[in-house]
DNA sequence: AAGTCTTGCAACCGCCTTTCC
DNA sequence: GGGAAAGGCGGTTGCAAGACT
């Protein structure tokens, strides 16, 4: 059952999904006419949709060159990275992951990262997706014989207790600095204190005080520059599988420069602030 | 085996920005 | 310059299929 829409005297479009017939009407007006003047698809073709509805099946379904299936590691490491940067632009992390749509990439993130809509605890088999990636991350960067981020992670961990000893606080059982760091303390480089406090694995949640004070205009400008500083041929260029190498420049890029900026982060932090 | 939960995906909605006249 | 139309974006919803209990 196909819905139609019909406000006052305005044209009832057709909503619902699409149907093979009508992709072929639109494919061919945009191989004719070339994308925009989507409110012009009615008109030309006969399709009882909206120029709306045209221009989202098109960008996220019939754009030739889409990707399809499950976003590869290397994919999902860039999207945290840079979502950590930027939040939740999802058009702007879509163009640095050529083939992947800002709805792929919105859903991606709704279904594995956004923790609002479900309580305190990740389930058991975001936990084993978790896992998985990481498993495959490691296997990636040994076929590359890429050097592990193991020094990003250490800066974290030892930012973490810096800060705690420059407080006075002291960290007890349950905060595991240091050991195994790749495994526990799995989170992408963050850009705000609210950032930084969502992607803490849950034990440090508990230890640490929220919401983190936000970071300056300044501060986040910085991290914006750095990212749009990245050479721009070489991050839209990268879309096949044997890209990694350039996919790892670019993390190592972002990841790198961020550093000082995350650590000034956390210096402000208001740490455990009476 | 059946009910429930999670995931993946498509599509719509409303708001904001840009463009056009 | 201002209003209308179009385009773009992020949030949200709904549903089917598979996984889990």
């Known amino acids: 059952m196909v819905a139609t829409v019909m406000m006052g005297s305005e044209k009832a479009w057709k909503k619902g999904p699409w149907t093979l017939e009508e992709d072929k009407l639109l494919s061919e007006y945009v191989s004719l006419h070339g994308e925009g003047r989507w409110s012009s698809v009615a008109k030309f073709t006969g399709l009882n ?3 709306k509805s045209c221009r989202l099946r098109w960008v996220n379904y019939l754009k030739p ?8 590691p290397q994919e999902e490491a860039i999207i945290f990275e840079i979502h950590a940067m930027l939040g939740n632009k999802w058009s702007t992390i879509a163009k640095y992951l050529p083939g992947r ?7 991606y993130w709704r279904t594995h990262f956004n923790k609002k809509d479900k309580s305190s605890r990740i389930s058991k088999r975001q936990e084993k997706r978790r896992s998985r990636i990481l498993k495959q991350m490691k296997q990636q960067e040994q076929q590359q014989q890429r050097p592990p981020p193991q ?6 961990s030892s930012m973490l207790s810096a800060h705690a000893e420059s407080n006075n606080q002291i960290i007890t059982s349950n905060v595991s600095v240091g050991t195994n760091v790749l495994e526990d303390n799995f989170h992408p480089v963050v850009a705000t204190m609210e950032d930084q406090y969502n992607y803490l694995p849950f034990m440090f949640q508990d230890y640490f005080p929220s919401p983190w004070p936000e970071t300056t205009v300044e501060q986040d400008e910085g991290l914006l520059v750095t990212l749009w500083n990245l050479d721009e041929e070489t991050v839209q260029g990268h ?6 190498n350039e996919n790892n420049a670019i993390h190592n890029q972002i990841t790198t420069s961020c550093f000082d900026d995350i650590s000034n982060n956390l210096c402000l ?5 009476g």
């Open 49 to 51: 949709r909206s120029g």
């Open 65 to 72: 060159g889409l990707k399809k299936g499950h976003l590869t």
């Open 101 to 107: 749509t800002d709805n792929e990439i919105k859903n």
């Open 151 to 156: 020094q990003y992670y250490d800066v974290q």
């Open 239 to 244: 879309g096949g599988d044997n890209k990694f």
């Open 269 to 273: 932090a208001k740490y455990m602030s």
